[in-house]
């Protein structure tokens, strides 16, 4: 019989999902069953979360959230310009999701859906945007208002995109403390801000390389 929970909090439940999920291998089947597993009532459960669903996708904004908690912990932020900033999230954002990688290859890899995958990053995709709109301020200049919010949007869509490649890209990744990733993120990186800078293409060329040679689909 489980031990009643003396405070219920958002993390608390987030916590026992992960949880229950890394040790069933299957996420719960219900919100009864969660909490009588867990001596919850499920008026405190509602309380914090309107499903299990609604667990899944908070999950990954809470990642999120601690990266740029840990990010703006730092005094030399400020003085960081926006592709500075951005690599910084990312070896933030991935040294986060391998210290829990078991939930996240459970997350995304148990749906043989990909749409499903995708639905439990819907949330994160709204925060992360408002990240990058957050540090790219005064990056793009350009003086006609409708085509610099044309411009962003394609930005931030892009950032997006890029982040969800490079998630895959982890994900599949089996090389030692997952050094791949971190040159693939450097890679990418730069070579996205080249294609923006519409600067020499040294490095898109070798980006593309080394997607080649990974084989990366």
Not at 1 to 15: L, S
Not at 104 to 121: E, I, P, Q, Y
Request: proline fraction near 1%; aromatic fraction near 14%.
């Amino acid at each position: 019989m489980a031990t009643k929970i003396k405070e219920i909090t958002a993390a608390g439940i987030t916590g026992m999902y992960i949880h229950y999920c890394l040790e069933n291998n299957e996420k719960p089947q219900s919100v009864y069953l969660f909490c009588k597993k867990n001596g919850i009532v499920e008026k405190d459960f509602y309380a914090f979360f309107s499903s299990i669903e609604a667990i899944e996708k908070s999950v990954f904004v809470n990642f999120h959230r601690m990266t740029v908690e840990l990010i703006n912990k730092s005094t030399e932020v400020d003085a960081l310009g926006f592709k500075d900033k951005l690599l910084t999230y990312y070896y933030t954002f991935f040294e986060i999701l391998t210290a829990n990688r078991s939930y996240v290859v459970f997350a995304l890899k148990s749906d043989r859906s990909k749409l499903n995958g995708l639905l439990k990053l819907k949330e994160l995709r709204t925060h992360f945007k408002e990240f990058i709109a957050g540090i790219s301020q005064g990056y793009l200049k350009v003086k006609s208002e409708r085509i610099h919010k044309v411009q962003q949007d394609s930005l931030e869509e892009g950032a997006w995109i890029q982040l969800l490649v490079t998630l895959k890209f982890w994900l599949d990744d089996e090389s030692v403390a997952f050094e791949k990733t971190d040159l693939f993120i450097e890679k990418s990186i730069r070579a996205t801000f080249d294609l923006i800078d519409t600067t020499p293409l040294e490095s898109v060329i070798d980006f593309g390389k080394f997607l080649i040679k990974e084989k990366l689909r």
